[in-house]
């Protein structure tokens, strides 16, 4: 088993900046990707940027791409989601994600592993 635990969210304005952290912990040496998902209020829970072990290419969904940094601490099992320039439609709770051999953390579905979640609200 691998414990998520996201740290990070809280409340700005739009147009200002957060970063959220994932701690893993446990069979941390199966995990193969690692991803950022988030679900607003009465919305389904939608993928927002991945990685895999090993590889340095980040994967972005459209509406965070140029904005959103994914990255991974490999010695601290932590990772990232930089979010810059954010707006009120990105106000949700986000969650971490991880995947083990076969999985890919492209979607909820591929996902195995799951934090509880952290909550960002931005103001317009």
């Known amino acids: 088993q691998v414990q998520l635990v996201e740290s990070g969210g809280g409340s700005v304005q739009a147009g200002g900046s957060l970063k959220l952290a994932c701690a893993a912990s446990g069979a941390t040496a199966n995990v193969r990707c690692m991803g950022w998902f988030r679900q607003a209020p009465g919305k389904e829970r939608e993928y927002v940027a991945r990685?895999?072990?090993?590889?340095?290419?980040?994967y972005y969904a459209d509406s965070v791409k140029g904005r959103f940094t994914i990255s991974r601490d490999n010695a601290k099992n932590t990772l990232y989601l930089q979010m810059n320039n954010l707006k009120a439609e990105d106000s949700a709770i986000y969650y971490c994600?991880?995947?083990?051999?076969?999985?890919?953390?492209?979607?909820?579905?591929?996902?195995?592993?799951w934090g509880l979640g952290t909550q960002v609200t931005v103001s317009s």
């Open positions: 990685v895999y072990v090993g590889s340095r290419t980040p």
């Open positions: 994600a991880a995947g083990g051999s076969g999985s890919s953390c492209a979607s909820s579905a591929a996902s195995r592993y």
